[in-house]
């Protein structure tokens, strides 16, 4: 099973926060706050939010959203939902529309209104006070992330006044969750999560991790990618790497920047790459771009070559993704 870290994570519930404009916009444009917006638990990542277009959270974990295209109610058998507590990075549950002790805890279509649904009874799991844990709405047949969103847990509603802003979904330990979401026809999971691997391309446990929300399509790859449990006070490259090594097939720089100095890492921007990914020559090339974390040191910016082998300080993909460019190729 997947392990995960804690990152910070953008809180879009508030406008305030980060936003990714979202893939729908005609001219690809992001709007982008400050870095110091970024602190807090709370993240929720659909449509919404700049996340998979036609993938929703809805209420009561998000606001109504206001849909633009048509329900696809053909999709319970390949969902997946999996609650993770983030401090331990351990998986508390995976709903299925099948396999689960409690008949409630099944996803299921509700054709009429449009959303599928699954019931999270808290009371069922051992989850500490102050618990935050990050609900995952994933495709079963190859793992890809539609979208999450995360809830903390308080032993009591009055304790969770006083410890969480306006922007935390805080749930009373004890009651029922009824996670709610809506999935349109030809909603293409536009999440990617990046973790670091051993030797034999494992997730390593507790190790350094990111998530990056990307648009699978327009003019500019439009990006915001978060990433925790890194080297702190160093500079990373967020790269498509294209084989074969040294990843200059042609291979892309996406983005640069410093990680803090608690090793967490922000990045967000829109960049033209001037090409679909995976692009030729790209050993890939049937199968989906590799998107990678490097530290600038192990990575040639003039040739798109990585320069070092250092394993333990990179994140790898957990699927290959594609990208077009709709300005170039068709
Ligand atoms: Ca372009
Ligand atoms: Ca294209």
């Known amino acids: 099973m997947y392990r995960y870290m804690k990152v910070v994570l953008v809180c879009a519930v508030c406008s305030s926060f980060v936003v990714l404009a979202g893939c729908a916009g005609g001219d690809g444009a992001f709007l982008f706050g400050k870095s110091s917006a970024l602190i807090g638990p709370a993240?929720?990542?659909?449509?919404?939010?700049?996340?998979?277009?036609?993938?929703?959270?809805?209420?009561?974990?998000?606001?109504?959203?206001?849909?633009?295209?048509?329900?696809d109610a053909t999709l319970a058998s390949?969902?997946?939902?999996?609650?993770?507590?983030?401090?331990?990075?351990?998986?508390?549950?995976?709903?299925?529309?099948?396999?689960?002790?409690?008949?409630s805890e099944t996803i299921r279509v509700n054709a009429?209104?449009?959303?599928?649904?699954?019931?999270?009874?808290?009371?069922?799991?051992?989850?500490?006070d102050g618990q935050t844990c990050r609900i995952f709405v994933r495709r079963k047949s190859d793992g890809a992330v539609y979208g999450f969103a995360d809830v903390q847990v308080f032993a009591n509603m009055k304790?969770?006044?006083?410890?969480?802003?306006?922007?935390?979904?805080?749930?009373?330990d004890g009651r029922?969750?009824?996670?709610?979401?809506?999935?349109?026809?030809?909603?293409?999971?536009?999440?990617?999560?990046?973790?670091?691997?051993?030797?034999?391309?494992?997730i390593v446990e507790g190790g350094a991790s990111g998530v990056l929300a990307y648009c699978p399509s327009g003019p500019t790859f439009d990006y915001f990618f978060d990433g925790g449990g890194l080297q702190a006070d160093t500079e990373y490259n967020l790269i498509y790497y294209a084989d074969p090594w040294p990843g200059n097939?042609?291979?892309?720089?996406?983005?640069?920047?410093?990680?803090?100095?608690?090793?967490?890492i922000q990045l967000a921007g829109s960049i033209d790459l001037g090409m679909d990914l995976p692009?030729?020559?790209?050993?890939?090339?049937?199968?989906?771009?590799k998107i990678w974390l490097v530290p600038s040191s192990?990575?040639?910016?003039?040739?798109?070559?990585?320069?070092?082998?250092?394993?333990?300080?990179?994140?790898?993909?957990?699927?290959?993704?594609?990208?077009?460019?709709?300005?170039?190729n068709g």
Do not use: C
Not at 83 to 93: P, Y
Not at 256 to 263: E, H, L, N, Q, R
Not at 298 to 319: H, K
């Open 112 to 128: 009429d209104d449009e959303h599928y649904i699954v019931n999270f009874h808290t009371d069922l799991y051992d989850l500490p």
């Open 159 to 172: 304790e969770a006044k006083s410890l969480v802003d306006d922007t935390t979904f805080a749930l009373k």
């Open 78 to 103: 390949d969902l997946e939902v999996e609650v993770v507590d983030l401090d331990l990075g351990t998986t508390v549950v995976i709903f299925t529309d099948t396999a689960t002790t409690n008949s």
């Open 176 to 202: 029922t969750l009824p996670v709610k979401f809506r999935i349109e026809q030809h909603a293409e999971p536009a999440v990617l999560l990046l973790y670091e691997k051993d030797s034999n391309w494992n």
């Open 298 to 328: 192990d990575y040639n910016l003039g040739t798109n070559a990585m320069t070092g082998w250092n394993t333990t300080e990179y994140l790898f993909e957990d699927r290959l993704i594609t990208y077009d460019d709709t300005d170039v």
């Open 43 to 71: 993240a929720i990542s659909h449509e919404a939010t700049g996340g998979t277009e036609g993938f929703f959270f809805l209420p009561p974990i998000a606001p109504d959203p206001s849909p633009g295209g048509t329900f």
């Open 279 to 289: 692009q030729w020559p790209d050993e890939n090339l049937a199968d989906g771009a």
């Open 249 to 264: 097939n042609p291979g892309a720089l996406i983005a640069s920047g410093m990680a803090d100095g608690s090793g967490n």
